[in-house]
């Protein structure tokens, strides 16, 4: 098992509702990615954070937004939960120097939306 | 963007068979190429990857080749056993340290090892 850990585990929310989803780096990873994974299809990327700046973005709007902080803990925050929006969201770790491109996964959080 | 096919999506073989999973992809400039293993309700979990300046690596029982003129890389898993079933999930990414890494992934293949 990777040091990367997410919580919490599993969440319910109301369509319109908000949501905060957190994630704990592995130890000397300083970049962490966040993505969404809906059941049956592979991971989607939402964006990375890189020194608590957002440094890359996949096809989401704005309503999923992040942050990193300087622990390089970060958050997913995702405004106005549509249905569609239910998921696995995970995030993954990487250190940014030392030639590794390797990404480590968390076990996610199972988004809910009704 | 990039774009990653994997085929095929469902793969069922008998303890000890090998298995092959096969991914194209779109973006020449792609130069990581990793393999995740999901089992059900888990985290994505690497079990090997390559880079585009090397055709081929081999881990124990798992290979994986990449052939950067046709755009195509293949997982390889020999004598295969019971806990090798899970979902397989290939991924491509321009991969540089410091900066953006997406992965991009394929839509995954079932593996199924019956004894």
């Known amino acids: 098992e990777t040091g990367v850990t997410q919580s919490p585990t599993h969440l319910i929310k109301t369509r319109g509702q908000q949501v905060t989803l957190r994630c704990s780096s592995q130890?000397?990873?300083?970049?962490v990615s966040w993505y969404q994974q809906a059941l049956g299809q592979g991971p989607q990327f939402i964006f990375q954070?890189?020194?608590?700046?957002?440094?890359g973005r996949g096809n989401f709007p704005p309503r999923f937004s992040g942050l990193q902080f300087p622990n390089y803990s970060s958050e997913l925050n995702v405004n106005a939960l549509e249905l569609d929006d239910s998921a696995l969201y995970l995030c993954?770790?990487?250190?940014?120097?030392?030639?590794?491109?390797?990404?480590?996964f968390g076990p996610g959080t199972r988004l809910t939306v009704t | 963007g990039e774009n990653v096919e994997q085929h095929p999506s469902t793969l069922s073989v008998q303890e000890g068979d090998s298995a092959v999973i096969k991914c194209t992809y779109s973006?020449?400039?792609?130069?990581?190429f990793p393999w995740y293993k999901q089992e059900l309700g888990k985290r994505p979990q690497l079990i090997i990857d390559?880079?585009?300046?090397?055709g081929e690596k081999k881990d124990q029982r798992i290979a994986v080749t990449l052939n950067k003129t046709a755009k195509h890389f293949s997982l390889h898993i020999t004598e295969t056993q019971p806990e090798d079933s899970a979902v397989y999930f290939c991924?491509?990414?321009?991969?540089?340290?410091?900066?953006?890494?997406?992965?991009?992934f394929g839509t995954g293949t079932r593996l199924q090892v019956t004894l």
């Open positions: 993954a770790s990487r250190p940014a120097s030392g030639g590794t491109y390797e990404q480590y």
């Open positions: 130890s000397g990873h300083n970049t």
């Open positions: 954070y890189y020194r608590e700046e957002e440094n």
């Open positions: 973006d020449s400039a792609s130069n990581y």
């Open positions: 390559i880079r585009s300046n090397v």
């Open positions: 991924a491509a990414s321009i991969a540089n340290t410091g900066t953006a890494s997406k992965l991009t």
